[in-house]
């Protein structure tokens, strides 16, 4: 069974930074892509950005380009998600998930290409 597990959230002053982490069980980790999503209440889910299985390609939501960056080390089992220069409209659930498929080459926008989800850490930004 496979568990994925975020930590980092907390409470931030607009402007400031956070470094969420996903810890990942299982010695498979390193055959799949990861994406981290957000979630605010009354809210759709959204994806925010996308690791390739092997860390080679990345892809984000275009509002945090430039402010966020993903990486992952496999021998860790670990994906992270630096957040710089939050903004209040970014307070929400962030959940990392599990691509449903080996190796996949680009991280899928959808939630639905993904399987496996770990819990979720709220970050709030205050204004």
């Known amino acids: 069974q496979v568990q994925l597990v975020e930590s980092g959230g907390g409470l931030v002053q607009a402007g400031g930074s956070l470094r969420l982490s996903c810890v990942a069980s299982?010695?498979?980790?390193?055959?799949?892509?990861i994406g981290w999503f957000r979630q605010a209440p009354g809210k759709e889910r959204e994806f925010v950005a996308g690791?390739?299985?092997?860390?080679?390609?990345?892809n984000y939501v275009d509002s945090v380009k430039g402010r966020f960056t993903i990486s992952r080390d496999n021998a860790k089992n670990t994906v992270y998600l630096q957040k710089n220069s939050l903004k209040p409209e970014e307070t929400a659930g962030y959940y990392c998930?599990?691509?449903?498929?080996?190796?996949?080459?680009?991280?899928?926008?959808?939630?639905?290409?993904?399987?496996?989800w770990g819990q979720g850490t709220q970050v709030t930004v205050s204004s």
């Open positions: 690791i390739r299985w092997d860390g080679a390609f990345t």
């Open positions: 299982g010695r498979t980790f390193s055959s799949y892509t």
């Open positions: 998930a599990r691509d449903k498929r080996l190796f996949q080459n680009t991280p899928m926008r959808s939630w639905g290409e993904y399987d496996y």
